[in-house]
């Protein structure tokens, strides 16, 4: 009884080690497959990244773009035979067949990978695919559809899906207009880097629209609240409004440059003109 007992122990516990052992190889393997999927997706990213560097100074069909392109959709496609769930692989690809002129371009495919990397929850997939059915169709269902995919990408903190998102509560285009939403969206993006964004933001603090103490009124769309309210908040609108141009120009925007020279203008002017009221009094 005792023997059997004991053997009966050695057993189980080889079918244990046998099992952890195999799960241990088998999200190795998951690791390893992701590992040489992003790997291809860093290489076809980097070609389209070249691309994007000389296609303002050539046709968008020019022949010596071909080799980038290809070599592009290649890696793409070995990184979705490597892991087929990678949607980086996905949205790329699509906007490989859709944007650019690679040699077996197809929109039909494109738009389906577009889709599919957008269900299976990439931000950048759902922003895009939001502002093309905003876009492309003019009927109500397709704006639902769209709004529906935007929200996604904000649930996500999307920069691009922040501004625009702040864009249309701001407008009220197919929601109730909220100062304190899109504000919120254009602070976040702003906080990403987006340009717009801080340009927007910039703006309506000049315009005198006051900085919600918490923000957290985000009733249509559920993304969570901040950790935190906004820092400084009682700094001069004019200082808020001039770190906001700032974000915009080191993201590369003329906009935010002529936004700063012309604030520094009217503080120049503002103490030329306390200077000689206090030179008078």
Request: net charge neutral; glycine share 6%; aromatic share 8%.
């Amino acid at each position: 009884m005792l023997r059997r007992l004991i053997l009966r122990q050695v057993s189980a516990a080889a079918a244990e080690s046998k099992f952890r052992i195999h799960g241990f190889n088998q999200r190795r393997g998951i690791h390893s497959r992701n590992k040489k999927a992003m790997e291809y997706v860093a290489k076809g990213w980097s070609a389209i990244k070249e691309v994007d560097r000389v296609i303002d100074y050539c046709e968008l069909n020019d022949r010596r773009l071909i080799p980038l392109l290809r070599g592009a959709k290649e890696n793409f496609e070995l990184a979705l035979e490597a892991d087929n769930l990678n949607t980086h692989a996905r949205f790329w690809l699509s906007k490989l067949h859709l944007k650019y002129h690679v040699p077996g371009a197809c929109k039909a495919i494109g738009a389906a990978l577009l889709v599919e990397a957008a269900d299976m929850g990439n931000a950048d997939a759902q922003y895009e695919l939001g502002c093309r059915l905003r876009v492309e169709n003019d009927h109500v269902q397709s704006d639902q559809q769209a709004f529906h995919y935007i929200e996604n990408a904000v649930d996500q903190l999307h920069p691009g899906a922040l501004y625009l998102l702040g864009i249309v509560y701001l407008t009220g285009d197919c929601v109730k207009q909220d100062m304190d939403s899109a504000v919120w969206c254009f602070h976040r993006a702003s906080e990403k880097g987006h340009a717009g964004a801080a340009i927007a933001y910039g703006s309506l603090l000049l315009r005198g629209v006051q900085v919600p103490e918490s923000l957290t009124r985000m009733n249509t769309v559920g993304v969570p609240p901040p950790k935190r309210s906004i820092e400084n908040m009682d700094m001069n609108p004019l200082e808020l409004a001039k770190e906001q141009f700032q974000v915009a120009a080191r993201a590369g925007c003329d906009l935010g440059l002529k936004w700063l020279q012309r604030l520094e203008q009217e503080e120049k002017l503002l103490m030329s003109q306390e200077d000689n009221e206090y030179a008078s009094a």
